[in-house]
């Protein structure tokens, strides 16, 4: 505590930052949460209906269960190249040799890039008419067979518009589990490597708990922006074809902004919080008992 | 070493025999990286190289060889389509401003829990933390209804309140975590002299954090410049479009899509961002690192 601060000062650095809090996250966090138990076009006024809205989610929506499985595998597609693609090329890059600091570069370049342009971008590398990128390898190479139409689909959608999302942030995520491998202690390595231990048992027993910590850090990162993704799904397919690849948050901003129906959309507002929270307990859950166990 | 990779416990092997194995997975991994590399900015360069391909090459079914001419005209195109240069104009107000308030304001709430110190701190810091994890779509409706009520839609201000509130949590988190190494004695010292509250806050603490200002501004300046949600959600009018906004609109100001112009459009918008991104690349590597590891 500093020596001759008053109440007065601590006010005065206090409330701006807790004013915009408050008026940008707080109050429409509860607002949500009260909208939730009420019926609203917008126009006409407020009906409380109680819980009507969360049973009505729970039991008498099945494309809220769609969208929920599908959020489930945006997820998995999501993380698959956050958490294990990233730490494989991180691992390579600790191994390479020259050029790291131009790769750690140019890895990175998708992630400065906004959303629409990858969506554009994407858009033509799965097009089938005229052929897209992947359709014309697939032709080159003499697998024609499996060139379709990516985006309409109803088998290939949701995981074609899932991988951008883990793309572009591929080299975010390995550029700190770089960070975290530099950090381990060299000599732990060395003599584990001079006890005859392979490469993947010095990965298994001394880097990997080594950078544990960090790892679990870029989980919950990347599990919460996952859960929260939007852009891309909206942008490249609108959710379609049918309800293929709608997430529970393209879902939620149709039912608010063009069925306006604000109720039902705050309803599921609120579960896509509660879904990010019960996420990163169970990751912090599966610490601990990783932690416990070692 | 990758070459061990199966290997159970591997015999031991001596010293030159160790150092060739050695060389020969250093090459091999390099190799991977640069495979890797290809892939991931394979597509950015297809898109500049687009952006100047004939527009009839494009549509005649060779949009990914090498391009038989390169021409500007799609660039000619793009600018006279849309207004390109009101866009960035926006993008720069919007990531400015809240660049600053995130910065400010994020410093001001952690020297209140940090050095000044009062009772309950740690609920507010709670508070701050779990701004983290809370996704911004709870914030749409109501900010939207909000907004309406007291006329703040299509305005720099509907999207500058609710990107400065997400990412204030984390600009506290880091000068907190800051502001912790600055020693004790410091503040004594200055207390002795004289030196109430505001001037410690502008003599001392916020000429050390420099580097603190750097990561918070890059960690949150990319995803503010690219932010989509928020543009799409409050602001329809023309004027007022930020270049995500702007860029989507592109495909139905042409009717049917002229993609090499859209392309053009793509890398005018994605020019300042990239300039500043390999020009500071150090500075940003290492303030998303450390922006991470200190989570």
Redesign the interface.
Known sequence: ??????RT??L???V???L??A???????L??LV?SFFSWD?VTDLQPVGLANYVKMFTADPIFWKAFANTMIYLAVCLFFQLGVSLF?AN??S??????EV???????????????IA??FQ??YSYE?P??IN?ILTTVGLGDLARPWLSEVNTVLVAVSAPEG?RF???YM??LY??IL?VPKELEEAA??D???????FAHVRFPYIRP?WV??M??AA?YS??G??IPY?LTNGGPGQASELL?TY??KT??RSTD?GY??TI??F??IE??VA?GLILLLLRRGTDKS | ??T?????????VSGPERRRRLHL???F??L???L??IV??Y??V??FV?SLRPAQEF?G?N??GIPSALTWDNYARAFASADLGRYIFNSLVVTGASSI?IVL??M??A???Q????KGSRI?MG??LL????????????????YSRVGLLNTYQSMI??L???A?PTS?YLFVSFFEYIPKET??AA?LDGA???R??FEITMPLSTNTVITVVFVNG?FI??D??FAN?FVFEETMKT???G??NFIGAMGSVD?TA??AA?CV??TP??LV??IM?KA??YG???G??K?
């Not at chain 1, 191994?95 to 790291?100: D, L, N, V």
């Not at chain 1, 005859?196 to 010095?202: H, L, Y």
């Open positions: 505590m500093l020596p001759g601060r008053s000062s601590v005065v650095f206090l701006p930052p807790l915009l809090y008026v940008a996250v707080a109050l429409p966090i607002q949500s909208l917008g090329v390579l890059l191994y390479a040799g020259r050029g790291k790769a750690k570069t140019l890895y990175l370049l998708p992630a400065i890039i906004s959303t629409v342009a554009f971008l033509r590398i005229p897209g990128l014309q793309w591929t080299g975010l550029l700190i960070a975290a950090a490597r001079l005859g231990a392979s490469t993947w048992q010095v960090v850090t870029t919950i990162m919460t859960l929260r939007f852009d942008l948050t939620m901003f608010a902004f604000f959309a705050s507002a609120v896509i919080v990010c929270i990163v | 070493m990758t061990g990779l199966h290997a159970p416990v591997a015999a031991r997975a250093r090459n991994a390099s991977l990286v640069l890797i590399v991931q900015v597509p950015l297809w898109l687009t549509a079914g949009a990914f308030l304001l994020g001001m709430a020297y209140a829990i050095v000044l110190g009062f507010v508070a701050f701004g983290i994890i809370v996704p911004v779509q709870i914030a749409l409706v109501p900010l939207f209804i909000n309140i609710p400065v509130g997400f204030l506290v503040y004594e207390a109430g509250p505001f410690v806050f990319i410049w690219n989509f949600i959600t270049i995500p906004l860029l989507q993609w859209t392309f793509v918008t994605v961002l990239l991104f390999l690349n940003i590597i998303l690192e450390s991470a590891t989570g």
